[in-house]
Each structure stands twice: as C-alpha cells, then as structure tokens.
C-alpha cells in the first residue's frame, strides 16, 4: 500500500523538474531549482529517468495485485495524461493571447493539479476494493481539492517574481494563473506596475481578496460534491 503513494509523490516530481525548465524558473520555496543548480536538460533527463523507473516499479507492483492492482496502474497512465494535456493547454491555447479567463485558469488546475490529487484520493478506496461509484466520487473529490490547493498556491506565487523579459526588452508576464488574472482584473494599475519593474508584488489588500475568492470557489466546489 506504501508503494503507489511513493510512486506517486516521485511521480509529482517529475512534474516538478519539467516545470521549472518549462518556466524557466530559478527558485522554488526559497531553494534554487535543479535546472539552475545544473542545466535544464540535466534537469528534464533526469525527471524522465525518474518517471520511467515509477512506471516500471508500479506494473511490477500491480502484477502481484490482480484486478485491483491493475485498476490503480490504469488510473496512474490516465492522471498523468491529463497533467500532460492540462499543460499542453495552458502553453498553446493561452501563450498566443494576453491571459485567459479565471474559469480557464481554474479548468486548467483540474487538469494540471487535479489529476494528481485525484488519484491520491482513489488509490486507497481502490486498493481497499470500494465499488466502483464509489472510487469515481474519491476522484471527483480529490479533483476539486486540487483545484483548490493550486488556487491557494496561485496566492504564494504573487509574492514570487514571475516576470520574464521579451525580445523586445518589455517585461511579460511567463505563468499565469487564477492568481495572476485576479489581480490583472482587480488592480489594474498594480499589475502593469510590477509588469514595468516598478513593484515588487501586489498590495496586502488584493491578497486578502483573492485569499477570499479562493475560499469562496472552495465552499462553492464542496457544496457540489455533496458527502456520501
């Protein structure tokens, strides 16, 4: 039972070293992120090598497990496609436009984050061999925690400099989020502001705002699970 929660924080991982090369970004939670330390392709060989000793240790894993064990490595290869589309989503749909819309942002987290949290939330109920509207009502759950998880880090991530300079020498905004739309759509002045250099992040006021706004999309998205 340990072993697919292993493989799936390795697998979280991975995601983790792609997106770094992928936003090119320097720093993580304080601590300078692999592709800084070394060079971006060290940093994306080295999360595949990672992902594909998960995968071999989870269909040896499942091969000892019968149908159960089948249905969680299933699962696996489908979260993980919808991470992968989640993300191929957010940087071609929205890479050729100024921002997409907080609804896309938020869909874009179910795919991106939701997808993980779904099967952390239904490998044990399939593990546990629960019916089968019942590991769909774990995954729907675990889907809208992630959803609300990455809301909560879009408000962490303000506090980050996620600027990028363009070609042309103007700063441009590398990762946007349901965090980053809200305060583009709330503080309009702020925003272009920190776009210019001339701030470092947004107004205690604003944060406090989305801080709601995402407790306000938590309550909304636990109201439309229900319990069972």
């Not at 502001?193 to 309550?219: H, I, M, N, Y």
Request: include cysteine; charge should be neutral; proline fraction near 5%.
């Amino acid at each position: 039972r340990v072993l697919p929660a292993a493989i799936l924080e390795l697998v979280h991982t991975t995601t983790i070293l792609h997106d770094d090369v992928i936003d090119m970004a320097e720093a993580r939670r304080g601590q300078a992120t692999v592709n800084r330390i070394l060079k971006s392709r060290i940093a994306v060989f080295a999360a595949d090598l990672l992902f594909s000793n998960c995968m071999r240790r989870l269909g040896e894993w499942a091969l000892g497990k019968g149908p159960g064990g089948r249905a969680v490595e299933l699962g696996f290869h489908r979260q993980i496609r919808a991470v992968c589309e989640g993300e191929l989503i957010q940087d071609i749909r929205f890479d050729e436009r100024e921002a997409p819309s907080a609804q896309e942002c938020i869909e874009i987290a179910r795919g991106k984050t939701g997808a993980l949290f779904s099967l952390a939330f239904s490998i044990p109920g399939q593990i546990k061999g629960l019916p089968p509207d019942r590991v769909s009502w774990l995954e729907e759950v675990g889907a809208e925690y992630g959803v609300f998880f990455q809301l909560v880090d879009d408000v962490a991530d303000l506090s980050e400099d996620t600027r990028a300079p363009t070609p042309s020498g103007a700063w441009a905004f590398r990762h946007w989020t349901y965090g980053s739309r809200f305060w583009k759509e709330s503080e309009p002045g702020g925003f272009a502001a920190f776009l210019e250099g001339r701030s470092a992040g947004p107004s205690p006021g604003l944060v406090q705002r989305l801080a709601a706004a995402v407790r306000a999309q938590a309550a909304a998205s636990v109201a439309a699970q229900g319990t069972r």
